[in-house]
T-cell receptor, first 112, second 114 residues
Framework: EAQVTQNPRYLITVTGKKLTVTCSQN?????MSWYRQDPGLGLRQIYY???????DKGDVPEGYKVSRKEKRNFPLILESPSPNQTSLYFC???????????FGQGTRLTVV | KQEVTQIPAALSVPEGENLVLNCSFT??????LQWFRQDPGKGLTSLLL?????REQTSGRLNASLDKSSGRSTLYIAASQPGDSATYLC?????????????FGKGITLSVRP
């Protein structure tokens, strides 16, 4: 089954404690991206990757890092989380930019 | 810069009603537009992707149309059911250099009353 898998689904952490949210897709997609969803602001792109070792900033990259060492994986790293990063995060993949996008189930992050 | 608007923010209808969800976008230079469904606390499920060369795309009781010239897309839901209750989001590509991120509307929360 074609899918994008994120882990964990829920995470509560404290300010400053580094964390990683993993994302994996099994569709051999080249394009992957991360979004955050906040009430009243909708979904906003954090980072995207066109292919292995090719990543770039989206609209709200501050406080986040990503890496793309393998085609299937695109982890999101918060080096020093802050409460304003409390949000619902989605990973997405598609075969190319603008193609049909598949989204993961989301990771609800709370930073206290 | 692409901006996507969905109005109204919420809609409540009785079961069995046919309904139309509207989506408008500002940059008509798009190759396609996508409609998603989001259930509370859940991820996004892709419903339909309609190419700019198409005027309509159908999947079961869902029908999406795209009119680039007017900057509008509609999602038609036939014979609505309580299980259709969810938030429906449309997303248009926003081309910036090599990136084509999706710009989402804020969604329409649909409630279908039994």
């Amino acid at each position: 089954e074609a899918q994008v898998t994120q882990n964990p689904r829920y995470l509560i952490t404290v300010t400053g404690k580094k964390l990683t949210v993993t994302c994996s897709q099994n569709m051999n997609h080249e394009y992957m991206s991360w979004y955050r969803q906040d009430p009243g602001l909708g979904l906003r792109q954090i980072y995207y990757s066109m292919n292995v070792e090719v990543t770039d900033k989206g609209d709200v990259p501050e406080g986040y890092k990503v890496s793309r060492k393998e085609k299937r994986n695109f982890p999101l790293i918060l080096e020093s989380p802050s409460p304003n990063q409390t949000s619902l995060y989605f990973c997405a993949s598609s075969s190319g930019t603008g193609d049909l996008a598949f989204f993961g189930q989301g990771t609800r992050l709370t930073v206290v | 810069k692409q901006e996507v608007t969905q109005i109204p923010a919420a809609l409540s209808v009785p079961e069995g009603e046919n309904l139309v969800l509207n989506c408008s976008f500002t940059d008509s230079a798009i190759y396609n537009l996508q409609w998603f469904r989001q259930d509370p606390g859940k991820g996004l499920t892709s419903l339909l992707l309609i190419q700019s060369s198409q005027r309509e795309q159908t999947s079961g009781r869902l029908n999406a149309s795209l009119d680039k010239s007017s900057g509008r897309s509609t999602l038609y839901i036939a014979a609505s059911q309580p299980g259709d209750s969810a938030t429906y989001l449309c997303a248009a590509p926003n081309y910036t250099g090599a990136n084509s991120k999706l710009t989402f509307g804020k969604g329409i929360t649909l409630s279908v009353r039994p």
